[in-house]
């Protein structure tokens, strides 16, 4: 069964960097596709980007192009999902997400990520 | 991009009741459409992947419908536990797109 547990809260100031890990385990990474959600405080949820296995790319959401980058590392089965250029709209809980198909049936538990000067 | 347009924004309504939530898309997505329930503090849980196929666990009181355009989700008999926020989701040409959720309250 998979699982995904994913990296600590973290606070951080406009225009700084942050990267949140997504840890697999029960399968390993090669065999996923791996995709990052985020919700704002008291929002709804936001698709941000993901791996498409069709072509075998990366394929982000247009709002978050040039600022998102998502990595992996298949030695240690971890995904990652690095935001830069931090504003305080930024503020938000950060999933993981996998699942067969275009859904997305495991999550991981959500990262809170705080901008704040 | 596709828009999704997901209504009502809240619900209230009583248990045992028949609850409805409509999600409309701006262009054809086929039946590329899932329903998730998420409750306060919580991931989102898939519940219906497709359109209208009911997720391994999920109670048969959840049900979908739908294709193209238009697509609806049914709890037919609301149950106290059913109280989150729901959200539909669609894929399309490489991007995924989540409606603005629906908040289910008890009467």
């Known amino acids: 069964q998979v699982q995904l547990v994913q990296s600590g809260a973290e606070v951080k100031k406009p225009g700084a960097s942050v990267k949140v890990s997504c840890k697999v385990s029960?399968?390993?990474?090669?065999?996923?596709?791996m995709h990052w959600v985020r919700q704002a405080p008291g929002k709804g949820l936001e698709w941000m980007g993901g791996?498409?296995?069709?072509?075998?790319?990366?394929i982000y959401a247009q709002k978050f192009q040039g600022r998102v980058t998502m990595t992996e590392d298949t030695s240690t089965d971890t995904a990652y999902m690095e935001l830069s250029s931090l504003r305080s709209e930024d503020t938000a809980v950060y999933y993981c997400?996998?699942?067969?198909?275009?859904?997305?049936?495991?999550w991981g538990q959500g990262t809170m990520v705080t901008v704040s000067s | 991009d596709i828009q999704m347009t997901q209504s009502p924004s809240s619900l209230s309504a009583s248990v045992g009741d028949r609850v409805t939530i409509t999600c409309q898309a701006s262009?054809?997505?086929?039946?590329?459409l899932n329903w998730y329930q998420q409750k306060p503090g919580k991931a989102p849980k898939l519940l219906i992947y497709?359109?209208?196929n009911l997720e391994t666990g999920v109670p048969s009181r959840f049900s979908g419908s739908g294709s193209g355009t238009d697509f609806t989700f049914t709890i037919s008999s609301l149950q106290p536990e059913d109280i989150a926020t729901y959200y539909c989701?669609?894929?399309?040409?490489?991007?995924?797109?989540f409606g603005q959720g629906t908040k289910l309250e008890i009467k």
């Open positions: 997400a996998t699942g067969a198909g275009y859904a997305f049936d495991i």
């Open positions: 029960g399968y390993t990474l090669t065999e996923l596709s």
């Open positions: 791996f498409d296995p069709e072509d075998g790319e990366t």
């Open positions: 262009q054809d997505i086929s039946n590329y």
């Open positions: 497709d359109a209208s």
């Open positions: 989701q669609q894929y399309d040409n490489l991007q995924y797109t």
